[in-house]
């Protein structure tokens, strides 16, 4: 059992649970809670840990012995209550926690390629709100879409609050961050031919009038300023969404939303 707060693999957690640059560097990210570590590949299972006591339970036993039948490999630790709460971002922690290896995806996986659908892809220029990143990759897998393409000035996929509200559909969904989305945007048109389309007040035809069931993808920009102006020119072509009152935007998980299942519709 670890007891101090001092041990080298706490401090790890405690790291990588606080810093985006130490998950980068790792490629490890931490996961809280029963079922969401029951959601986890077991090959992307490093290490897991629970708290004093948790063992004894029937649903302790339960959760040890599903955790050794699906990842013989990954370390199991006992941890005493005080260690544990260090080693948590939540409040109320469910008393087990796993350290996770990230997983590598291609532009291609992205795109379904190989798949029997055409591309459905989302791609988020500069999301900054934890909340939405982990709501649009949630409902990503919902709609069917095929991946998530992200910029390097998002937030970051692997925060605990992303993590947690992705609800573990950040392990079925594929996923890539890219550091020139410009030039990613231009490789699905030019080489994929993908249609990108952006909502914009240029858009002259509304989402439900335009037709998806081709390889698309939609662009979703920064919460307070929308897409740049060099990624949204880049659009295949503006769609608009309607709005009623003196409403001009929706929130960015709300617009994402509306555009995926739209798309699941058509598709339908």
Known sequence: MITSTNNNQIKNIIALNKKARERKAQRL???????????????????????????????GKEFINDIIEKAPSASIEEVTANV?????????????LAVVRMQDFTLQDVLGIGSKKPAHVVILETLQDPGNMGTIIRTAEGAGAT????????????????????????????????????????????????????????????????????PTAFMIGNEGNGLSDEISELATSYLKIPMEGQLESLNASVAASLLMYETHRQRK
Request: charged share 20%; aromatic share 12%.
């Open 147 to 214: 991946g998530i393409i992200i910029n390097s000035t998002s937030v970051d996929l692997y925060s605990p609050k992303v993590v947690r509200s992705t609800m573990g559909s950040i392990f079925r969904v594929p996923h890539i961050i890219v550091q020139d989305l410009a030039a990613t945007i231009k490789q699905l048109e030019d080489e994929y031919g993908v249609d990108v389309y952006a909502a914009h007040l240029k858009g002259y035809r509304y989402y439900d009038e335009m037709d998806f069931t081709g």
């Open 29 to 59: 990210f931490v996961v809280e809670g029963i079922r969401a570590v029951l959601e986890v590949p077991g090959e992307l299972l490093s290490a897991v840990y629970y708290i004093e006591g948790f063992a004894a339970s029937v649903e």
């Open 84 to 96: 544990f709460k260090s080693m948590c971002d939540t409040v109320t922690p469910q008393g087990v």
